[in-house]
């Protein structure tokens, strides 16, 4: 595709589908002959962006944390909430308590919330169960949503994301029980990926480290949830891994940005959850553009901190709060998103990619990011198929 114009648009534009691929692109007058036979559907000169993809999920989940969102109303913190055994820890109450089937089931109506706005391609995390049989059925859970719906779902451990209650010790839960469950879930062929959450209510990057240290030797890629709270230097720490994405890095600091930069990190920015805690530090979005680092956008679906299932809605506040701009917002929830998740086949329009594609009633694709609240989606194409 074209890089000289804003948002890589071609007008009058062709794309030729072949089986699940994208075969040809460009402007309608450049067409090779011998697509000319082909079917084609005429579009009516609307707009179309590769699907969208949500590169951070929490998707799989039991219950609901609506109460909590009343405490906060009444003036309890994040924080305090979580320390009080509410937070990350109700959560894993109500997981540990549900069936496999129970999972997929209370997934299912927010995965069709982020289909009916053009998502072919979803990340879900573990770390609700901080037990081994619970990780893994969160972990199965999500594999089996991407045989109950037309979409590509990409699993990560997330074993290191809170201390379970049975424990007192992080070292010892990170030694008997994340790191087993790590070993188990990999055999099983459920870890796409390898998370953590690096912060002073979760946990230190030491214990991180050695999460890593043995997702390096299973030959999984990492990512981190760092710096959502302070700065525990998590980013770099994950940078040091090579890590795909670290996430969230409302307190990055410059020297957290150079480190991702130079190890091809991607900032994944989770307005969701800045939006709902309402924090007031901004990820450094000018020095993250400066240092050429990809930022990717995400939902951050999770019952606690971001209960939030629309990518449009996320684009929108990633503009409104964090001042990025709506070309940036539309190639986080694609280009970039499928960076974070080292997936070289989707994201953009070009020959050989999957046919992903997203078609929308709008005249100029600013407005996917400027409407609040409204779904302007037209057709979803999932590998050539509507
Ligand atoms: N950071 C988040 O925003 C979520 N997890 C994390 O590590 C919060 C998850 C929750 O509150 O349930
Ligand atoms: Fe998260």
């Known amino acids: 595709m074209t890089r000289d114009q804003p948002y890589g648009l071609v007008s009058h534009a062709v794309i030729v589908c072949e089986g699940e691929k994208i075969a040809w692109v460009g402007s309608e007058n450049d067409m090779p002959a011998v697509f000319s036979d082909h079917d084609a559907t005429d579009l009516d000169g ?71 706005e053009g998502a072919t391609t979803v990340e879900i995390k573990s770390g609700y169960g901080l037990d081994v049989e619970t990780e893994l059925r969160m972990l199965r859970a999500a594999r089996r949503i991407a045989r109950e719906r037309p979409l590509r779902v990409l699993t990560t451990f997330l074993g290191a994301h809170a201390l379970p209650p049975d424990y007192r010790d992080h070292d010892t839960y990170i030694d008997e029980v994340c790191i087993a469950a790590l070993h188990a879930a990999h055999a099983e062929g459920l870890v796409d990926a390898v998370d953590g959450f690096c912060e002073g209510i979760a946990f230190q990057p030491s214990h991180i480290a050695k999460v890593f240290d043995v997702a390096k030797d299973l030959g999984l890629p990492v990512k981190l949830h760092a710096e959502q709270l302070s700065d525990l230097g998590g980013a770099k720490l994950a940078a040091s891994y090579g890590a795909m994405s670290a996430d969230h890095i409302e307190y990055l600091g410059e020297d957290g940005v150079e480190a991702m ?30 240092h050429n680092v990809p930022m990717a956008l995400a939902t951050d679906a999770n019952p606690g901190s971001s209960p939030l299932t629309s990518l449009l809605l996320t684009m929108n506040m990633a503009c409104t709060l964090f001042r990025m701009t709506p070309e940036e917002a539309l190639a986080g929830v694609t280009k970039h998103a499928a960076r974070a998740l080292r997936i070289a086949d989707c994201g953009t329009i070009q020959a050989g990619k999957r046919a992903d594609l997203a078609v929308w009633n709008v005249d ?21 198929h509507s």
């Open 261 to 290: 930069a130079q190890a091809g990190t991607v900032a994944v920015i989770l307005p969701g959850a800045f939006y709902t805690l309402r924090e007031t530090q901004v990820p450094p979005i000018d020095a993250l553009r400066e």
């Open 46 to 116: 609307r707009l179309v962006t590769p699907a969208l993809i949500d590169c951070h999920t929490h998707l799989v989940s039991g219950g609901n944390r609506a109460r909590e969102f009343e405490m906060r109303l009444q003036g309890a913190s994040y924080e305090e909430i979580s320390r009080a055994g509410g937070g990350i820890v109700s959560t894993v109450k109500a997981t540990r308590a549900a069936s496999e089937d129970e999972l997929v089931a209370n997934a299912l109506p927010r995965v069709d919330a982020l289909i009916s």
């Open 364 to 384: 100029h694709p600013a407005e996917l990011a400027y409407r609040i609240g409204f779904n302007p989606l037209e057709q979803r194409i999932f590998g050539g």
